[in-house]
């Protein structure tokens, strides 16, 4: 594993993807941040060795290293999930690979169904928590000590700092951004009526199928991360709409706008 590290990490070094200061994992239809970008450098995922290749029809699937506000970044355009058949190491390696290349900090975005009755379609949420419903532990494998201690402790997922932040830009910015707590299916199919009031029940305020093992290594590494959802449906099982992968894109696009300006005024404060 260290070996297969530390060779994806010189070929990357050797293409110019040298001392970043943030890593931004960009999830289904949020792809307009690169177009804020100065762009220096940029790989498919299927020409980085060792790396993972995004199958997923609308993800890119592209590493890309530049500036935006200010800030050197590394940007995953296309992300890996559980359910296109990858380990969750797999899924996990490119968050290992940004801490191994010197990222300092990490941010998250996804898609999300909405699953507290108050929040809609189109608004952003900042994740303060998370409760993890998908197969499995990214920790669980022979040797992770080597990368940190297996008992990671989880009381605090996500920054304080760069939460705190976040919602400060929001309410200066008159942006929607409400806070709650995800929670991390399996997939890839939606789900039912009863599973929206199963996920309510427990306490989750949207849904996804992703995040959560990319955050959960992220803490193993000591690394800070925040992680911000668009809500892209609504799960009201007593009124529950059919949606589309297309319906998904087209809220997510309409949302994104904000979710950039968020994003460029946090990269000026950290």
Do not use: C
């Amino acid at each position: 594993m260290i070996k297969s590290l530390n060779k994806t990490t010189e070929f990357l070094q050797q293409r110019g993807f040298n001392d970043p200061e943030i890593g931004i994992i960009l999830g289904s239809g949020m792809g307009k941040l690169v177009e804020e970008m100065e762009i220096l450098h940029e790989v498919s995922y299927n020409h980085i060795p060792n790396f993972p290749t995004a199958t997923v029809e609308f993800h890119k699937g592209k590493l890309i290293y530049g500036r935006i506000a200010g800030k050197t970044v590394i940007v995953m355009q296309g992300r890996f999930h559980y359910y296109e058949g990858y380990s969750l190491w797999d899924v996990t390696y490119p968050v290992r690979i940004m801490n191994q290349l010197g990222i300092k900090k990490l941010i998250v975005t996804n898609a999300s169904g909405a699953l507290n009755p108050d929040f809609r379609k189109g608004e952003l949420m900042l994740l303060d928590d998370h409760i993890n419903l998908q197969i499995g532990s990214p920790l669980a494998f022979r040797g992770v000590e080597q990368f940190g201690s297996r008992f990671t402790d989880m009381s605090q997922p996500y920054d304080p700092q760069m939460n705190a932040y976040l919602e400060e830009i929001a309410k200066a910015k008159d942006i929607t951004l409400r806070k709650g707590v995800y929670i991390a299916l399996t997939g890839p199919q939606l789900e039912t009526r009863a599973e929206y009031r199963f996920l309510r029940l427990i306490g989750g305020d949207a849904v996804g199928m992703s995040t959560v093992p990319e955050v959960i290594v992220a803490n193993h590494l000591n690394l800070p991360v925040a992680a911000i959802s668009i809500m892209t449906d609504e799960g009201d099982p007593d009124n529950l709409q059919e949606v589309s992968i297309q319906d998904i894109l087209d809220s997510a696009a309409k949302a994104e706008p904000d979710l950039i300006l968020l994003l460029k005024e946090l990269f000026q404060r950290i």
